[in-house]
T-cell receptor, first 112, second 109 residues
Framework: EPEVTQTPSHQVTQMGQEVILRCVPI?????FYWYRQILGQKVEFLVS????????KSEIFDDQFSVERPDGSNFTLKIRSTKLEDSAMYFC??????????FGSGTQLSVL | KNEVEQSPQNLTAQEGEFITINCSYS?????LHWLQQHPGGGIVSLFM???GKKKHGRLIATINIQEKHSSLHITASHPRDSAVYIC???????????FGPGTSLSVIP
């Protein structure tokens, strides 16, 4: 079965640093999503992306965050000036027609 | 109030038992997803439902749109079924998925 690939699997950074989380969605998928899960909490929606534009973003997705498709295949989530509370597992997901979701294995971000 | 609720929050079962996890939601939806999250953190889609019932192996998912309720059943449970099972809903086909809090299942040999 095709896979969504996320890199890195783990990222440790100092507070205030910028991090870029990368995702390679399944090639023919059109809808892309970033979610995060703080330890012990439920998965939260961050942002959705369609047709090279943000289609929806949550209250969490403030000016500190940005998403891009730099080369038409990769899909990145950038967090500027990380905070301690940004420590979480970040998941990328994609779907072909807005139906079944395929998730990446996640990036565990630790902000020290 | 959370838009998606699940019960129970935690569940321990003996190997071989029949397991039911319940999900209720408060919004109109186009689809409901059942997902499995393993201890390592990865999330796998088990089912996507808009009506009726679906079966895959030992897993069965049902949904009652009128009652805004869904159930996930596991027959002949096995220790490898131990995971967190998450119910999630979509208001439209292209909308974000809204996650429930998950049900942590442990199946003991």
């Amino acid at each position: 079965e095709p896979e969504v690939t996320q890199t890195p699997s783990h990222q440790v950074t100092q507070m205030g640093q910028e991090v870029i989380l990368r995702c390679v969605p399944i090639s023919n998928h059109l809808y892309f999503y970033w979610y995060r899960q703080i330890l012990g909490q439920k998965v939260e929606f961050l942002v959705s992306f369609y047709n090279n534009e943000i289609s929806e973003k949550s209250e969490i997705f403030d000016d500190q965050f940005s998403v891009e498709r730099p080369d038409g295949s990769n899909f990145t989530l950038k967090i500027r000036s990380t905070k301690l509370e940004d420590s979480a597992m970040y998941f990328c997901a994609s779907s072909a027609t807005g139906g079944k979701l395929f998730f990446g294995s996640g990036t565990q971000l630790s902000v020290l | 109030k959370n838009e998606v609720e699940q019960s129970p929050q935690n569940l321990t079962a003996q190997e071989g038992e029949f397991i039911t996890i319940n999900c209720s939601y408060s919004v109109g939806i186009s689809a409901l997803h059942w997902l499995q999250q393993h201890p390592g953190g990865g999330i796998v889609s088990l089912f996507m439902l808009s009506s009726g019932k679906k079966k895959h192996g030992r897993l069965i998912a049902t949904i009652n749109i009128q009652e805004k309720h869904s159930s996930l059943h596991i027959t002949a449970s096995h220790p490898r079924d131990s995971a967190v099972y998450i119910c999630a809903v979509q208001k439209t086909s292209y909308d974000k998925v809204i996650f429930g809090p998950g049900t942590s299942l442990s199946v003991i040999p």
